[in-house]
């Protein structure tokens, strides 16, 4: 069988992948120069290359790690134990054990026994379709009390949605509090987080490999400008490179935006349901550092005022032999469709980071800086609001033999690798049974 794949992403890559095994001819186009999408890295510093956004590994990742497995990667994954930190009411404190949890004074003791309360019975809830229908804030403050609502999940949303926070259901929290809490109890109670050796870098350079060994061509810096269907059910592709290419069946793994430029016959009803699902846009900035920035690998915000939604300090869990005594800072802002701060030049965004960082970090100043960089994507975090679920698509569109598997698929969670690569596996094992 001869497959297309639209979009050279962890999505398309690994259901690449699945199919090659079965012995399926498998053609990716990429619109990239690069493969991997959001998990591609750059060279930040000559001999330094780490991925352009931060990802994460955590102990209960299960589709992630078996795919790891699977590339030959697994004895690379190295787990660190890691702390988490809280800049509140202009202060950092650490949040990472239960007795620095009870020493935590924005909150009362009270308060504190009804978080703890509250997340393990979270965890303990698994009828997650209830949870659909309830709006998040209503859900929290019920659950939580209206306190810790606003001192810890009111601004943690913020950090995950931007101002699209109050949109979601109650079911995307549940789903990040039962992971996070999973990967706790399954480790001691350590937070434990990790990556392969090399970062994405090392995992993309595999599959590739692999991919290589299977005939699975991969067309970078060629995306498709229009999809066709014809007469005999087979798919017709039109590519940047200007030739037609046919198929038996094709797969787009692109935001539901991109794949609507591009398929002309949409059907009204379909495309109607495609536009419900809205995305937020990701504005990122890495900063290369001489030194260490924090003992936290995240730092959650929840003072007012800060431009972007979370600190993240990769340094913590890279391998110190790749970081050479330098340190890498991710502060990313999540923010919807209509917001201007993504048209800001980089000059703007990296003066306002830098300038918020100085108020967290007294000590910081421009000296620290190594290298910066600014990174944008428009589609990235679908916003799973009230009733998501009727609203994702089908794997197979109304169009015979043209099948799609993307981000919005992703249910009760944040984006991340392991969702993408259970995905991956499904719209394979979907194929392989047609």
């Known amino acids: 069988m001869n497959i297309g794949i639209i979009g050279g992403g962890m999505m ?34 000559p001999g330094f290359r780490w991925d352009r956004f931060y990802h994460v590994i955590l102990t209960t990742d299960k589709e992630l790690l078996e795919f790891l497995d699977e590339l030959g990667l697994l004895l690379d994954v190295e787990f660190r134990e890691t702390k988490t930190g809280f800049y509140t009411n202009g202060q950092l404190h650490s949040m990472s054990t239960t007795t620095e949890f009870l020493k935590f004074k924005p909150l009362s003791l009270l308060d504190k026994l009804r978080l703890g309360a509250g997340i393990f019975y979270a965890s303990k809830i698994n009828n997650w379709q209830r949870l659909e229908k309830l709006y998040v804030k209503t859900w929290l403050i019920r659950i939580f009390g209206r306190r810790n609502y606003e001192k810890m999940w009111g601004p943690l949303l913020r950090s995950k949605l931007g ?14 509090i039962k992971r996070l809490y999973g990967s706790r109890q399954s480790t001691s109670k350590k937070e434990m987080a990790g990556c392969v050796h090399g970062g994405y870098h090392s995992i993309l350079f595999r599959i590739k490999e692999k991919l290589a060994e299977k005939g699975v061509k991969i067309l970078i810096n060629n995306n498709i400008t229009r999809i066709e269907s014809t007469s005999n059910e087979r798919l017709l592709v039109h590519a940047r490179d ?17 794949l609507l430029n591009i398929w002309p016959d949409i059907s009204e009803s379909f495309k109607n349901q495609l536009q419900k699902i809205q995305y937020l846009k990701l504005v990122c900035v890495s900063l290369v550092l001489k030194n260490k920035l924090s003992p936290y690998y995240v730092t959650n915000l929840t003072d007012s005022g800060i431009p972007f939604t979370g600190i993240i300090d990769a340094t913590n869990i890279i391998p110190p032999d790749i970081l050479q005594g330098k340190a890498l800072v991710y502060l990313p802002k999540y923010i919807p469709s209509q917001d201007e701060f993504y048209e800001k030049t980089e000059k703007e965004i990296l003066a306002e980071f830098i300038s918020a960082l100085k108020i967290i970090f007294p000590t910081f100043s421009d000296d620290d800086i190594i290298a910066s960089y600014v990174h944008r994507e428009p589609f990235v975090q ?3 609001d009230v009733n998501y679920s009727t609203n994702i698509p089908p ?10 598997v993307n981000t919005s698929m ?10 993408v690569i259970k995905l991956a596996r499904k719209m394979a094992l979907l194929l392989t049974n047609n």
């Open 12 to 45: 398309g890559l690994a259901t690449a992948f699945y199919l090659s095994r079965s012995g399926m001819d498998v053609t990716i186009f990429e619109k990239d120069k690069q493969i991997g999408g959001l998990s591609r890295s750059d060279e930040l510093l």
């Open 163 to 176: 101002s699209a926070n109050e949109q979601a259901s109650a079911a995307f929290i549940w789903g990040i």
């Open 242 to 258: 200007g030739n037609p290419y046919l198929y038996d069946k094709l797969i787009s793994t692109i935001p539901n935006p991109e």
């Open 382 to 384: 679908p916003i799973q």
């Open 395 to 404: 794997m197979e569109t109304p169009i015979k033999n043209l099948y799609m």
């Open 410 to 419: 992703i249910l009760n969670s944040t984006l991340n690798n392991n969702q």
